[in-house]
Structure formats: C-alpha cells, structure tokens
C-alpha cells in the first residue's frame, strides 16, 4: 500500500506475482471513475493490474450545499483526481468510463492541470457499475480493436 498525500491511498493488486509487469507495465488503462472511487486497471491481453484511488469523503452529498448563492454545487475535490491523475501517468492509451459527471470533472482536471495525461485519453463512456471482471474484459476487447486499427 501506497499513499498519495495524507488523504488519498492507493492499493496495486495483481491477481498472481507478475515479473511482466515490473519489465513491461502495459500501455492500456481503463480507469471507472466515480465520486467515491477510481478503479484503475492495467492491462493486456494475459494479464491485468488494479489499484484503487480513494476519495478523501467517500461519502459527501455533492449536490447541494446549504446556504450559497447560485447553483449550490459542492466544489470537485481536485486532489482526488489529481491522485487519479498520478495513477494513471504510465498508461500510453487510456479509457475513461464511469456512471455520471465524475469522468467528465476527471477530463476537465487532467486537461487544465495534467495535460499529458489528458492527451492519452482516447474515449469515455457512460457504464454504470460493472464487475471488474467485466470492466477488464471490456477494456481487452475495446483496445484489442483499438489496436488492430493502428497496424
């Protein structure tokens, strides 16, 4: 276990001791992003790599905050999606998926502060919550096509 600042941790995961991964980390990240949680997954087609961005308040309500004038948004915690950020700077292509605005409020943090990150975004999709087994096998296939359009 790892820790990011005093607020965030993250947890790498592999599913068995892996030297392919300490030689050759692979180029494709999948990342499901919500306002509790990032899921990042490394991956290739044999193998894969998890670790877990935590929320510093998993549990605020983001949508009103009494008292204010306007829209009444609680603001986006940026060092959350900076930890998200730091996480994902080995990952050469990099798909964002996610149920609601947090993919998109992680888009607009890695354009304005982490904009060679922002750069290996190369889509986002709205998945609501799937298993990491499903999310790991959409992410294979996704960049198993991605990739057969390159060569």
Not at 35 to 51: G, K, L, Y
Not at 69 to 81: L, N, P, R, S, T
Not at 95 to 118: E, I, M, N, S, Y
Request: hydrophobic share 40%.
């Amino acid at each position: 276990m790892c820790c990011i600042g005093p607020l965030f941790s993250t947890r790498a995961q592999q599913r068995a001791p892996d030297v392919f991964f300490t030689m050759n980390p692979s180029k494709h990240a999948a990342v499901w992003i919500d306002h509790n949680e990032a899921h990042v997954f490394f991956v290739d087609p044999e193998h894969v790599r998890e670790s877990i961005v935590h929320a510093p308040h998993p549990h605020q309500h983001l949508h009103h905050k009494a008292n204010t004038i306007g829209a009444g948004k609680v603001a986006e915690d940026q060092h959350f999606y900076h930890a998200v950020a730091e996480s994902l700077r080995e990952a050469h292509e990099i798909l964002v998926t996610g149920p609601g605005q947090a993919k998109l409020w992680l888009l607009k943090h890695l354009q304005r502060h982490d904009p060679a990150v922002f750069d290996r975004v190369i889509a986002v999709e709205t998945v609501d919550h799937p298993s990491n087994n499903q999310l790991v096998a959409h992410a294979r296939h996704y960049f198993d096509v991605t990739d057969r359009r390159l060569i």
